[in-house]
DNA sequence: AAGATATGATAACCAATAGTTATGAAAAAC
DNA sequence: GTTTTTCATAACTATTGGTTATCATATCTT
């Protein structure tokens, strides 16, 4: 009966060893390994104790390796490269894609300048991206990640916060410069489909800047719409600087100083409870979205 | 750069995964890796989820490997067998050997004849047993373990118990037979060679059975000495069951119940603090010991 | 030769995971 | 149809992973 746990020892040790081999030196094999320099000193002299060999000679600074050592080295690191290889095999073969999905703005001013040039790069796997502003279109177990705005995320899921809401006004560059306050502007606004979104008014209200109400309000229907009005210098729509950072990149867009209003909400990347892969998260973070 | 802490997954999932796949069920798995089977149950979810990939399938009570678990099962397989006999080959090599040191009546008694049933097995490595009465013959870092007599492990040690110390007085079978009672006996004693020793006057005192002041008593010297005479009829010695437990199982010493003292004190065997490797811990067991 | 720097070892402590027990769901065995 | 066995998971405890701080020691710099 081969009982592998009784006769190697915990193999992260292996690995950790393998490191500190390969470096010669502890402090960059911390490094390399993303742990402090202490618990890899700390792995090393278990790891020893468990084999009852010594592996590596300590003189000062200086690390080296015992013929033991260096035996042990060998064996860890080949093992470990076949076990790498094996892995990345197993994951290249399991028809990668990636599937996203976030309400419409979202997608279209954030995810999807990200996905694009995302699936430009080599190496890309397919990735789709679900838009819409109904929640039962993107709250469910097709899509790997979703980017959820609002206040809490919801049951049954679990995820991370990628920005918080600061709401505020934003214009095109030249429409600022011809027009340098509000009165001779048109505020662009937007059919709220859901509650917790907040248009013209709740801006108003909730900021504090009646001055604001002077100004003449016209309804473009979408939020998308009256986004687009404002690059094209139509007026003065709301929106998130987090969510249009490649408009103010790209200078379609300015943001109105001094107008902010923090809403309390915020932009989770949310997955079905312990249904996030490494893979996943990998491939997330090549598209630019670290969790 | 070769960082295989992030191209592989913790390498003990791996281990149990394999298990699972040889098995091809958890139980099973889980009573060769010494977990319960929600252990086991818990790291598959988990690699699968590192993963990306579904390793397994689940019908009820009955679990299969896919076509990924086949693949990863067989690569793992075969790194751990891989690295198994890469760390069998060093151990073997690192010149085995075990050094033991107990006082001289464990050493005769209770030591020895479990050492020599050892040596007498195939693969045994050598083993060395130090007996002396002076605590500092054996109390010194050139022993790998120590079996220790007293109340606590000293200061710098650490251990574990083995048996507390039940004095008792013992005879060979031949003279309880003549003579029942402790009056037509002589009492076998010894010399202290420590405060924490407990002689003839000693066990009377503490022990309350004043009668056994009546008894002849005579003095031979060495504790082994008095063992020695007790197996050879001429009396009655004192000692602890467990230590004797090979002179009792042979027949040639019989305690006399009814005349148990708890002395407080304790058999541990103990080492140098951090110094026991796994290794030794085997050879211990080897030996009977089992930590 | 003296001082500064870099690296390894370890103590004390906190964080995260390993592992357990209990229990429910579902298929196999009887 | 009932019982048994096995896997999944919640809730909890135990153990290990990992950190920070600090000391020892060799190397490097001045």
Redesign the pocket.
């Known amino acids: 009966m081969k009982n592998y746990r009784s006769t190697l020892p915990?193999l992260?040790?292996l690995l950790?060893f393998e490191t500190?081999a390969r470096?010669?030196?502890?402090?960059?094999?911390?490094e390399e390994?993303?742990?402090?320099?202490?618990?890899?000193?700390?792995?090393?002299?278990?790891l020893e104790s468990w084999l009852g060999v010594e592996l590596?000679t300590?003189?000062?600074?200086?690390?080296d390796l015992t013929k033991a050592g260096h035996k042990l080295a060998a064996n860890a690191s080949e093992a470990l490269e076949y076990l790498a290889l094996g892995i990345g095999q197993l994951r290249q073969g399991s028809h990668d894609k990636l599937s996203l999905a976030s309400n419409i703005a979202v997608s279209q001013f954030w995810l999807t300048p990200q996905v694009n040039e995302y699936l430009l790069s080599h190496d890309a796997v397919p990735v789709t991206v679900t838009a819409s502003n109904k929640e039962s279109d993107i709250l469910n177990q097709e899509h790997d990640v979703v980017v959820y705005y609002g206040s809490d995320i919801p049951s049954g899921w679990e995820g991370v916060v990628l920005f918080e809401e600061i709401w505020q006004p934003l214009a095109a560059p030249g429409l600022i410069a011809q027009a340098p306050d509000f009165s001779a502007s048109t505020l662009l606004d937007f059919e709220k489909l859901a509650l917790k979104w907040i248009n013209w008014p709740d801006f108003i209200e909730q900021s504090g800047h009646a001055e604001l109400s002077a100004a003449q309000r016209v309804n473009l229907g979408s939020y998308g719409s009256s986004l687009d009005a404002a690059i094209r210098g139509k007026g003065i729509a709301l929106g998130s600087a987090d969510v249009l950072e490649f408009e103010i990149e790209a200078g379609r867009l300015t943001p109105l100083e001094g107008y902010k209003l923090n809403t309390g909400r915020t932009y989770f990347a949310i997955w079905r409870?312990?249904t996030l892969s490494q893979r996943t998260r990998d491939l997330l973070r090549d598209v630019g979205i670290d969790l």
Chains 1, 2 share one sequence.
């Open positions: 915990p992260d040790y950790f500190v470096h010669k030196n502890f402090t960059r094999a911390a390994l993303n742990v402090s320099q202490a618990a890899v000193s700390k792995r090393i002299k278990f590596l300590r003189n000062g600074r200086n690390v409870t312990g």
